[in-house]
RNA sequence: GCGCCGGUGCCCGAGCGGACCAAGGGAACGGCCUGCAAAGCCGUAAAGCCGCGGGUUCAAAUCCCGCCCGGCGCUCCA
């Protein structure tokens, strides 16, 4: 049985499905108009790593994640660079999209666009309004926040404790009946993008698109409705009003994964102290799984740090897996990672360690560590020259698959490597010829091409550092 | 101010009432293996006891109370 932590409960709870075998998981994607930074990423390995753990159970999962491609945020960055908020919004996309992907996200089942769903959000909007929840300023349309029972209960505060910190850190709109009341609709401003309503011309308010969007592609009474932490108010909390203002049953299971730190503080835009995907990325080959690996390290409820050390033991934390795989292909076992069924091969008692670790709460950090205790016996296994080396790595590499971390058994394939192959050759004549001298000089000149070879009793074998 | 979450070894980070397991990763040190390496294996480094002070209990890092420190949220930031 799964359990996961359920913001609206504040406890792990057993995730009790709409439809049994079936999981819609709607995640909240980035506003598209700069670079995604190192919280984006962990907040998308976040949900991708649920989404593979779930599918790795056996569950089908729908997962949609969304891309906001309108927002104060991206028209002024069009209006900065005097450009179309349309252009902004693709190309940011873009970069995110393929970020993403390098740090082997798996694409969402569908990643639909705000601008592409206004039409059921006037339509959404439409609907609070015949409710009667919501009312219109000269500034557009805004919900009443106190018809709608149970308004705090993402955040834990009710309307008081909520009131008496409103404005804390912005002034209230005077026209709002409630300063707790927040836009569904934005009435249009000159030079701003707009598209037809009711309310005449305007844009989306408040995160509506999110909840046009999960309800019309997943419905109501989804599954898993995930984000940042620092999404539960007001971004979720009003999320989640505007579906209960019109009775339609919204997420069954909220998660939140924490925030990223840098140097003790939050990683973030206003902040100025983030460190863009694409830069940390570009910055080592291994580390779009090193990161990956880091994040898993940490439980996804706890604050977690980077820096440039922390992202160097990750590293090496991946090349040891390497290193297995290397052994394991040149002691003839197979090497297949990502595989999505169960391994027929794999060592059971390790593969239900890691699932009961998984079941609670995804439990990354335990899971990690059955799967490097796992890869330790494998290495033992390995020097004795034991049959239960294949079933031991065989398992490791089945569940670092399941938590989306690929193992490399080594580079093959790219155009120099004839190159490589043929010093490799003639250091082994050199050594079999005992011509010690020789066989270190060609070592050194494969080091200089940032290869390392490594003897073994099937031959040498070589990877790049 | 209000709400939420944390404070565990050199660093990161599990554990949330009871077994000599305070996991796992990284770093360090010694040894084995190796022509030498790399990879791997074995072992070690006193965690003076898990922020501080009380309490509950036969038993607490794990529960309760107070305090200190840090982080996040309190209108558009994952």
Not at 264 to 280: A, D, F, I, P, Q
Request: aromatic share 6%; proline share 5%.
């Amino acid at each position: 049985m799964i359990s996961l932590y359920d913001t609206v409960t504040a406890e792990v709870r057993p995730l009790a499905l709409r439809e049994p075998g079936k999981v819609s998981l709607y995640a909240c994607g980035p506003t598209v108009y700069d670079h995604p930074h190192l919280g984006h990423a962990r907040s998308a390995l976040t949900y991708d790593l649920l989404r593979r753990y779930l599918e790795w159970r056996g569950l089908d999962v729908r997962h949609v994640a969304n891309i906001t491609d309108i927002d104060d945020n991206i028209i002024n960055r069009a209006r900065d660079e005097d450009r179309t908020e349309g252009e902004v919004a693709v190309e940011w996309e873009a970069v995110y999209v393929d970020a993403m992907a390098r740090l082997d996200v798996l694409d969402p089942h569908d990643r639909p666009r705000a601008t592409e769903w206004v039409t059921e959000m006037v339509d959404f909007v439409g609907r609070i309004m015949d409710a009667g929840a919501a009312y219109t300023t000269p500034t557009g349309v805004y919900l009443r926040v106190r018809d709608v029972d149970g308004y705090g209960d993402l955040v834990h505060r009710d309307l008081d404790d909520l009131r008496a910190s409103a404005g804390a850190r912005v002034e209230v709109d005077e026209a709002k009946e409630d300063p707790l009341d927040f836009a569904l609709w934005k009435a249009a401003k000159p030079d701003e993008p707009s598209w037809p309503s009711p309310w005449g011309p305007g844009r989306p308010g408040w995160h509506i698109e999110c909840v046009a969007m999960s309800l019309g592609i997943l419905g109501d009474g989804f599954d898993i409705h995930g984000g940042g932490n620092d999404l539960v108010f007001p971004h979720h909390t009003n999320e989640r009003a505007e579906a209960l203002a019109v009775g339609r049953p919204f997420a069954r299971h909220w998660v939140h994964n924490a925030m990223l730190n840098i140097e003790g503080t939050k990683m973030s835009k206003s902040l100025g102290n983030y460190r863009t995907v694409v830069e940390m990325l570009d910055e080592h080959p291994l580390n779009g799984r090193a990161f990956r690996l880091l994040v898993l390290q940490t439980h996804y409820r706890k604050t977690m740090e980077v820096n440039p050390e922390l992202m160097a033991s990750a590293r090496a934390a991946i090349q040891r897996l390497d290193a297995l795989a290397r052994r394991a292909s040149a002691a003839g076992i197979a090497v297949q990672t990502g595989a999505a069924a169960a391994d027929p091969r794999a060592d059971g008692g390790a593969v239900e360690a890691f699932r009961a670790a998984m079941d609670d709460d995804l439990g990354t950090p335990q899971a990690l560590a059955v799967v490097f205790d796992t890869l330790h016996r494998a290495n033992t296994a390995l020097d004795r020259g034991s049959t239960d080396a294949q079933a031991l790595a065989a398992t490791v590499f089945e569940l670092a698959g399941a938590l989306g971390v690929a193992v490399d058994a080594g580079g093959r394939g790219a155009d120099e490597d004839g190159a490589i192959e043929d010093l490799v050759a003639r250091r082994q004549a050199a050594r079999d010829a005992r011509d010690w001298g020789t066989a270190d000089a060609l070592r050194d000149e494969l080091s200089a091409l940032g290869v390392v070879v490594e003897d073994t009793p099937a031959g040498p074998v070589w990877h790049r550092k």
